[in-house]
């Protein structure tokens, strides 16, 4: 059995190793097992990942281009980098992949409304984009925090016709909106539809995000294949919850020769404490959460700890339980990036190549910038670029202290 | 303990039994103190006593800020095992531990129950461990008496139900209605008709939990059920009208039972 089937097809339903299961409410089981079905049906139906594939290429730009980064390779003087351009995808990120699929899953079951957890407000845009399209009631809930800094994100997805509810809760980020949608999904799963956007929380959703984050992978290793005639010596992307490395990583894991690296949020510095890493530096320990075992940011007795990341969608407790295995078994490789090597990072590919990633891919290119300066330049590594940075608009000001932008924004308020 | 023994023991005296429930460290451990004493006053039958968790997915707003300000306030395990103790040691009623799972999953099956056991604890309710996922937590709870009470809810198929109470031990908790802790339920035909299909899967005492909040729903249930828990209202009315009011719910609810 590759390492792919295992994890479609794992014997112990629900598991990557030790990680994954359903550690959920009875109250929601009859939900996830419909949901498990529907999603075995569909993915059992030959046309259904041909009329996914139609939706994205007609909706959001798919396929997605490969960029080569010719100046940032020639200036680190290592490996050619190429850049998998998720950004480039209506609504700015891979996350519309996913919601896009469970979006056609919503419209197998029937389903009148979808609920979503929101960070950065990538996932929480793309869901509202869906629900608008197809007709849906939605609400997306996002931490308090999450809300300020990403206030672009909040418009956007009030004027698409979503209701925007702050959670306050805990640190009143990622994980507390994750909470306070298995609440709303614990009362309303009749009609109700819960599109988890990342690759975490219960089964079936890990495997379910995964399924659709794969087009990712699937399509990079055509796109190097055909226009670079090999596959990659390495593959580097982000890891929040972990969806779009789980996309992009499944379309080598087979590969044994393609190294794979993600790349957590290491905030101020793993040894400060103020991250939020879980598997790099084995920082994490194993818990059972959220609906789902995995190695989490977590105290001695069990408790989480508060995260800290310059990138809201990084800024969270746990990590897929899929990566939790391809890690543990060695086949990924997990490393953190800091705050400040991301936003050196982003200057460095806004200057050099015109290209303004998301904070949380940004991560992605940090790592990589460590280490491709000790490739040799017929080596090749794939970044994924998971997301557009125009939403980060407010914190890549303030980290870069702008001051036009601030003279700008105080100009602003003194006039309204 | 046998709890089942003691639930059928305590109905011989009265139409319905009561469990009332708090939380370590909410608003304080005097706090709980003094709710655990009114509690004994009034004879209350089983008590739960819930070990916050930072991520308290089957709880609702006001059970979960509670326990985000426990944990604030710096409550630690070991803490929470010293109230249980004491309260073992003072009060008669039966104590059962309620939390999430990872506070079992962290310390170890086998440590997590016989901490329970040395602190004189009867069981525990783990609201987000499924049955399938209990392991070898069955057989550790079995060595050192410790009963976990499982959970059956409305939307649960009967032939889940059928499983569940097939591994069930002591009483069942049956859940009313769909949502978390804290809203209110209406003891109404849809209530008996849930209440008719756990009975079909199990032969355990019955208790109704989620959304009681007054004597006179305990008293509607005589003769439906065996025991009714109450949580939210509880807090509520602390934390609302401080002592003297938690102090006259308690005695309405326990009147409720006659
Ligand atoms: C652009 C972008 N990249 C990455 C992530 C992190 O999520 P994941 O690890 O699931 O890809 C987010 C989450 O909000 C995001 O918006």
Redesign the pocket.
């Known amino acids: 059995m590759g390492l792919t089937d295992a994890i479609f097809n794992h014997p112990r339903l629900g598991y990557y190793g030790e990680y994954g299961g359903a550690f959920i409410p009875e109250i929601l089981r009859t939900t996830l097992d419909e949901l498990t079905q529907v999603f075995e049906d569909a993915r059992r139906d030959s046309s259904f990942w041909t009329e996914f594939e139609q939706v994205m290429r007609t909706y959001s730009c798919r396929p997605t281009p490969i960029t080569l980064l010719e100046n940032l390779s020639r200036e680190v003087g290592g490996a050619q980098i190429y850049l998998k351009r998720?950004d480039l995808n209506h609504t700015?990120?891979?996350?519309v992949n996913n919601v896009m699929g469970q979006g056609l899953l919503v419209r197998r079951m029937g389903k009148s409304r979808v609920i979503a957890e929101?960070?950065?407000?990538?996932?929480g845009v793309a869901t509202a984009t869906m629900a608008a399209r197809l007709g849906l009631e939605c609400t997306i809930y996002m931490g308090a925090v999450d809300v300020e800094r990403q206030r672009p994100n909040v418009f956007w997805m009030e004027q698409l016709g979503a209701e925007v509810v702050p959670v306050t809760d805990g640190s009143a980020t990622l994980k507390d909106a994750i909470n306070e949608s298995l609440r709303d999904w614990a009362y309303s799963m009749a009609d109700t539809h819960y599109v988890l956007?990342?690759?975490c929380g219960p089964h079936p959703f890990p495997q379910i995000v995964a399924y659709f984050q794969r087009i990712i992978g699937e399509e990079s290793r055509q796109q190097l294949l055909d226009s670079v005639g090999r596959l990659p010596d390495r593959v580097y992307a982000?890891?929040?919850?972990?969806?779009?490395?789980t996309g992009l990583f499944l379309g080598f894991l087979d590969d044994a020769a393609v190294e794979l690296v993600g790349v957590e949020a290491g905030g101020r510095g793993l040894e400060t404490g103020d991250h939020a890493s879980r598997l790099a530096g084995l920082v994490g320990t194993p818990g059972v959460a959220q609906g789902y075992k995995t190695f989490f940011f977590q105290d001695a007795e069990g408790q989480m700890r508060h995260t800290h990341s310059v990138?809201?969608?990084?800024d969270y407790i746990g990590v897929?339980p899929i990566l939790a295995h391809l890690a543990e078994i060695g086949r990924v490789r997990i490393e953190a990036a800091t705050d400040q090597e991301v936003i050196e990072a982003l200057k460095r590919m806004m200057r050099s190549e015109g290209i303004i990633g998301?904070l949380?891919?940004t991560h992605a290119l940090a790592g990589a910038l460590r280490e491709v300066g000790a490739m040799t330049p017929d080596q090749v590594v794939l970044i994924g670029l998971?997301?557009r940075g125009d939403k980060d608009i407010f914190t890549i000001a303030d980290a870069l202290a702008d001051e036009n932008w601030q003279r700008f924004l105080a100009d602003k308020a003194a006039r309204s | 303990m046998n709890l089942q023994a003691y639930i059928e023991e305590r109905l011989a005296e009265r139409k319905v039994l009561l469990m009332t429930h708090l939380i370590a460290g909410f608003p304080s451990l005097e706090a709980n103190w003094r709710m655990l004493e009114i509690m004994a006053e009034a004879e209350v039958d089983l008590v739960e006593l819930q070990m916050p968790f930072s991520e308290p997915i089957a709880d609702g707003p006001t059970f979960a800020r509670a326990n985000q300000q426990a944990l604030e306030s710096g409550l630690t395990l070991d803490q929470y095992f010293d109230l249980m103790q004491r309260a073992t040691a003072a009060f008669a009623f039966p104590h059962l531990m309620m939390g999430y799972y990872n506070t079992a999953f962290r310390l170890g099956h086998g440590p997590f129950c016989r901490r329970l056991a040395a602190c004189g604890a009867c069981g525990f309710i783990l609201p987000d461990l499924p049955v399938e996922e209990y392991g070898d937590l069955w057989a550790a709870g079995a060595e050192c008496g410790q009963t976990p009470i499982l959970l059956m809810t409305p939307t649960n198929t009967d032939q889940r139900l059928q499983q569940i109470g097939a591994q069930a031990k002591g009483f069942v908790y049956a859940v009313a209605r769909k949502g978390v802790t804290g809203r209110q339920t209406d003891l109404d035909d849809e209530l008996y008709r849930f209440i008719a299909r756990c009975r079909a899967a199990t032969d355990l005492p019955l208790g109704i939990g989620f959304g009681l909040r007054s004597g006179e729903d305990l008293r509607q249930l005589q003769g439906q059920a065996e025991i009714g828990i109450v949580g939210s209202v509880l807090l509520e009315v602390w934390e609302r009208e401080g002592e003297a009011g938690y102090a006259a719910l308690v005695r309405d609810l326990a009147a409720g039972r006659d």
């Open positions: 998720e700015g990120a891979h996350k929101t960070g950065a407000g990538q996932h956007g990342t690759a982000c890891v929040g919850g972990g969806s779009n490395a990138a809201a969608g990084l897929s998301a949380e891919s998971s997301g």
